[in-house]
């Protein structure tokens, strides 16, 4: 069994600035795709940033130059930092881990910006 928690989110004026924090645990953890989602009120998940197979960094149009995704191997964390918030950025965000072909997700974390 694999554990996602996430951690980090809070409420923040627009411009501001927002750091969330993934760890996994568990047994036989072995991660193929570690990354970030989140979901609005009224609107469906959507991938934000993620490291997927090759070593590569996928990250969703509207992040991009804002958000930076990155990685602690050896805690089997990933942080998401967040710069230059909007009140568009507001949502409930997830962190995702793939593991042996399986995906697990958190519990989520609210992100709030205000105007």
């Known amino acids: 069994q694999v554990q996602v928690v996430e951690s980090g989110g809070g409420l923040v004026q627009a411009g501001g600035s927002l750091r969330l924090s993934c760890a996994a645990s568990?047994?036989?953890?072995?991660?193929?795709?570690m990354g970030w989602y989140r979901q609005a009120p009224g609107k469906e998940r959507e991938s934000v940033a993620a490291?997927?197979?090759?070593?590569?960094?996928r990250y969703a149009d509207s992040v991009k130059g804002r958000f930076t995704i990155s990685r602690d191997d050896a805690k089997n964390t990933v942080y998401l930092q967040m710069n230059s918030l909007k009140p568009e950025d507001t949502a409930v965000y997830y962190c995702a881990v793939t593991s042996r072909l399986r995906d697990y997700w958190g519990q989520g974390t609210q992100v709030t910006v205000s105007s």
């Open positions: 490291f997927i197979p090759g070593g590569r960094i």
């Open positions: 568990g047994t036989a953890l072995s991660i193929n795709v």
